[in-house]
Nanobody, 129 residues
Framework: QVQLVESGGGLVQAGGSLRLSCAAS????????MGWFRQVPGKERAFVAA????????SYADSVKGRFTISRDSAKNTVYLQMNSLKPEDTAVYYC??????????????????????WGQGTQVTVSS
């Protein structure tokens, strides 16, 4: 069973940086796609970024392109989300997600939460103005 544990959230001023981590266990992730989503109260989870574990291909939401970077450390089975130039509108609970169902990357519905099978518990990121 896949387990995902996020860490690294916190409070930061606008313009600052944070790095989120997602420690993954329970599977061999070489054929997996890993994603980051975020959610604010009253709204659906929104896609942030995704990474194909093998080859490290990436995809980003337009709202974070150029500011956020998703990466992975295979030795540590950990996925990271480096967030720079943070804005108050980046405030949300950030979730790590995973799926082993895809045979290609990216797929047209990469941004949909339903495409991912496993989720972490989330970590709060708050950006003050």
């Amino acid at each position: 069973q896949v387990q995902l544990v996020e860490s690294g959230g916190g409070l930061v001023q606008a313009g600052g940086s944070l790095r989120l981590s997602c420690a993954a266990s329970g599977r061999t992730f070489s054929s997996y796609t890993m994603g980051w989503f975020r959610q604010v109260p009253g709204k659906e989870r929104a896609f942030v970024a995704a990474l194909r574990w093998s080859g490290a291909s990436t995809s980003y939401a337009d709202s974070v392109k150029g500011r956020f970077t998703i990466s992975r450390d295979s030795a540590k089975n950990t996925v990271y989300l480096q967030m720079n130039s943070l804005k108050p509108e980046d405030t949300a609970v950030y979730y790590c997600a995973a799926t082993g169902r895809w045979t290609t990357f990216p797929i047209p519905t990469i941004h949909l939460a339903r495409e991912y099978d496993d989720w972490g518990q989330g970590t709060q990121v708050t950006v003050s103005s």
